[in-house]
Structures are given as structure tokens and as C-alpha cells.
């Protein structure tokens, strides 16, 4: 009889876990809609926006042409927008498992996801403007008639920022996941050489094939490793200054 109440409240849990789970992925769903049909009414001056950052008219072969720009943009302001949404609503879901302490701990890292997701962002926006479109125009040299098609454009531009825009979350979630016990900073320290070198290939693959373009994009995306791994270790030091308290308060 125990056995069979243990089953039902099994189930009974993993039900209300699901079913959270999907309120959450709803709200997360509406406010992406939103946030959607907010890009599609203002997308034409962002892309005014980017248009005016460029030394050239952008051209369309086709008429999907001109609805898939529309859409992306749309898309790129429902991603951005959305994703403190999505943050606050994952934090929700694992709220309950989480300690009072580890609860004041980690709601702060929210708005800092959001924060480091535009600067990502803005960073690869400048390194692909300042850097990497100049360069790879300088390759023309007048052999060429430039036409720049709006699809081939955005589809590259995007291939070389969103990484960035990823990449630099690495420094909340170092510090989130370090808060919760999965990950230590010296974990990170002896794994250093292997995200180095991952990191590297990153900056190869958004980059053009020019060494110094590859340096400046590697070295900033090493530091912020370096600065993960800084803020990882202030959390785990926190944490065990807290943990030690708690076990000296419990012995007296």
C-alpha cells in the first residue's frame, strides 16, 4: 500500500512538474509574440538603422527576400527581448529546489544575462563593422562590381555576432552554476587550455582568414574566461565562507 501512495505521488509531482513547465514555456511563448510583432512594426528603421552603418546599398534579388528581412529582424528583437523573460521564468521553475540564500543569490543574475547578451551583441556588432567588413572589402581592390544582397548580408552579419552574444554569457553562467555547487573554479583552471583552444576556433570561424583580425576577436573572448573564472571563484569562496559558519554555528 505505501509502495502504491509512493508511485501516485510520484507521478502526482512529475505531473505538476510538467504542467509548470509548460505555463512557464506559454508566458515565455506570449511575450516572444509580442515582442515579434513589436520588430515587425518598427523593422524597417532598424534596418534603416543598419543600412546607414554601411558604405553601400543593400539589394534584394527576390520578393521573399523582402519578407524574410522583415522576419529576422522581427525575430533578432523577440530573441533579445524575450530573454529575461525566459531567464526569470527558468528561475521560477527551479525556485522551489533552491535554498532562501541561493534563491537572494541567483534572481540578481537575470538582469545580468540580459546586460551581457546586448554587450556581446554590441561587441560583435563593432568587431564585424570596424574589423571584418573593411577587411574583407580591402580584398576587392577594384577587381570586382560590389552588389551585396540583403539575405546574404544579415545571414552573414548574424553568423559573426550571435556568438559573441553567447559567448558572453560565460561569466553568469560560471557564476550561477558555481552557486548551486556544479562548477568550481578550479575545475575551470584545469580546463583552461582546452577553452582556449575552443575559444580560438570560435574567433577562426566568425573571423576572415587574417591572423591580427583572429587575435583581436581571441584575446577579449580569453579574458572574458579569465573573468569567468575570477568571478566563479569569489562566488566559491563566498559560498564557503558561508558554509563554514553555518558548520561552526552547529557545533557551539
Not at 61 to 72: A, D, K, M, N, V
Amino acid at each position: 500500500m505505501s509502495d502504491n501512495q509512493s508511485m501516485e505521488e510520484k507521478e502526482m509531482n512529475l505531473t505538476g512538474h510538467l504542467s509548470e513547465l509548460r505555463n512557464r514555456i506559454i508566458v515565455t511563448a506570449i511575450f516572444f509574440i509580442l515582442f515579434f510583432i513589436g520588430g515587425l512594426v518598427f523593422s524597417k528603421e532598424i534596418y534603416i538603422f543598419f543600412q546607414n552603418d554601411i558604405p553601400f546599398k543593400l539589394t534584394v534579388i527576390s520578393p521573399g527576400e523582402i519578407i524574410w528581412i522583415h522576419f529576422t529582424l522581427a525575430a533578432v528583437v523577440a530573441i533579445v527581448g524575450t530573454l529575461p523573460i525566459f531567464a526569470l521564468q527558468v528561475w521560477l521553475f527551479v525556485k522551489p529546489g533552491l535554498t532562501q540564500k541561493e534563491q537572494k543569490a541567483t534572481i540578481a543574475y537575470i538582469p545580468a544575462v540580459f546586460f551581457l547578451f546586448i554587450g556581446g551583441l554590441v561587441f560583435g556588432y563593432f568587431m564585424f563593422i570596424k574589423l571584418i567588413l573593411p577587411f574583407l572589402l580591402s580584398l576587392n581592390d577594384g577587381m570586382f562590381n560590389q552588389m551585396f544582397t540583403v539575405d546574404k548580408y544579415f545571414r552573414f552579419l548574424l553568423r559573426v555576432t550571435l556568438p559573441f552574444a553567447v559567448l558572453f554569457e560565460v561569466p553568469v553562467i560560471a557564476m550561477f552554476l558555481t552557486a548551486l555547487g556544479v562548477l568550481t573554479p578550479q575545475f575551470m583552471r584545469r580546463t583552461r587550455k582546452y577553452a582556449y583552444f575552443i575559444l580560438v576556433i570560435i574567433s577562426t570561424i566568425v573571423t576572415p582568414p587574417d591572423f591580427i583580425v583572429q587575435l583581436v576577436v581571441a584575446v577579449p573572448l580569453i579574458l572574458l574566461y579569465e573573468i569567468s573564472i575570477n568571478l566563479a571563484a569569489f562566488v566559491y569562496r563566498k559560498k564557503q565562507r558561508k558554509h563554514e559558519a553555518f558548520m561552526s554555528e552547529s557545533e557551539s
